[in-house]
């Protein structure tokens, strides 16, 4: 995919291209955060991802923000017989919305609705999408 995006408000280093690596990284990540839920959930998961990526307030790869320490459930422990055919429907469909432009630009934060970090006062919630809350920068 050697497209660059500008539409993205966060962005300051656009990610041109994915590793098999970046794309095994983003199918952990929404394989062990979204499992059971609503492909709008795991879609918002995986726009996290991208945003934190092309921020500079994070590290600038996939494989960076998703093994960046006390962010992602476990995915260290998901391996790749793991990932199931839905999950790597969504994440096609995740890379695909990114490079057209049309992957949510905003959501840089989310937890589980069993959850209420403290942090999330501070943010401006944008959306709750099955058992995750979305938030933006």
């Known amino acids: 995919f050697p497209v660059t995006i500008t539409t993205n408000p966060v962005k300051s280093k656009p990610i041109k291209a994915l590793s098999n690596r970046d794309i095994a990284c983003l199918e952990a990540v929404i394989y062990n955060e979204t499992r059971g ?29 998703a093994y960046q320490r006390a962010q992602f459930t476990n995915i260290r422990k998901v391996k790749p017989h793991h990932i199931n055919e839905q999950t790597r429907n969504v994440v096609r469909e995740i890379i695909e919305r990114y490079y057209n432009g049309t992957l949510n630009a905003t959501v840089m934060y989310f937890h589980n609705t069993s959850v209420k970090p403290k942090w999330s006062y501070k943010k401006k919630r944008v959306a709750k999408v099955g058992a995750h809350i979305f938030y933006a920068r």
């Open 37 to 65: 839920n609503k492909a709008q959930g795991a879609i918002l998961v995986g726009a996290t991802v991208f945003n934190r990526a092309n921020s500079r307030f994070y590290p600038n790869t996939i494989c960076g923000v």
